[in-house]
């Protein structure tokens, strides 16, 4: 009798994604110095998925305007796009964090410039209400609190493999980031206001009562818990 073949597991998105995650969390643990627990581990991951799920977003946005023969205009220019310097191998180590943290720096095309923060930071857009505004926004109370640009460079690459295109991962990732919270919440009591408990969550979505072909504006989506229980 022929020998069963092993089945091969496949893993799931979730799985992908939690050892992703865990990958990253323990790559910050090696950095000696710099962070301090899931408090600072915790709004690292945040801003480099954010700059990630931001360049995602504009690809997907610029590729629909270029078949449509339109002109589209980028949130964030080059060369502080997620795929230049995030997917440049060769900005690494003391240069990376350089680029990152520093008033004036040595940019990945080459040339002199602003810092990533400092060019995040200055973004305004002529009506102030636009998504260069928000960026803005975001990045005011934004600080790199890892010394290691090797360990860093580590990071980004592991972000680098989300896919913020793909809906299950988005759904995923919304699920870890809310347990990553209440990790942050059992450890130091500190990160409860980030989300909305289960129960208030469904007795909202109960008493909203959205039907199909409604839209309801959640101005403060955080972990889209509302999303998920609709």
């Not at 950095?31 to 690809?59: A, C, Q």
């Not at 350089?98 to 990945?108: G, V």
Request: charged share 30%; net charge neutral.
């Amino acid at each position: 009798m022929a020998k069963r073949e092993k089945e091969v597991k496949t893993e799931t998105t979730a799985q992908r994604l939690s050892g992703l995650i865990k990958s990253c969390r323990d790559i910050m643990r090696k950095d000696k110095g710099g962070m301090n627990g899931d408090s600072d581990r915790l709004p690292m991951l945040t801003w480099i998925m954010f700059l990630k799920f931001l360049d995602d977003v504009e690809t997907e946005q610029e590729t629909r305007a270029l078949l449509k023969r339109q002109t589209y205009r980028p949130a964030i220019a080059a060369p502080y796009r997620w795929r230049d310097w995030a997917k440049n191998q060769s900005l690494t180590g003391d240069d990376l964090t350089a680029f990152i943290n520093n008033e004036k720096c040595t940019l990945p095309d080459g040339m002199e410039g602003a810092g990533l923060f400092y060019y995040l930071r200055s973004l305004q857009s002529e009506t102030g209400r636009e998504r260069k505004d928000v960026i803005a926004t975001v990045f005011q109370g934004v600080t790199n609190k890892m010394k290691s640009g090797y360990l860093l460079r580590d990071v980004v690459n592991k972000i680098d493999g989300i896919h913020f295109t793909s809906t299950e991962e988005i759904y995923t990732l919304s699920h870890l980031y809310e347990s990553l919270l209440k990790e942050m919440r059992d450890a130091s009591g500190d990160a409860g206001e980030f989300y909305t408990p289960r129960p208030v969550v469904k007795f909202m979505v109960q008493m909203l009562d959205p039907q199909l072909g409604e839209s309801i504006l959640d101005p403060a989506a955080g972990t889209a818990v509302f999303w998920r229980s609709l």
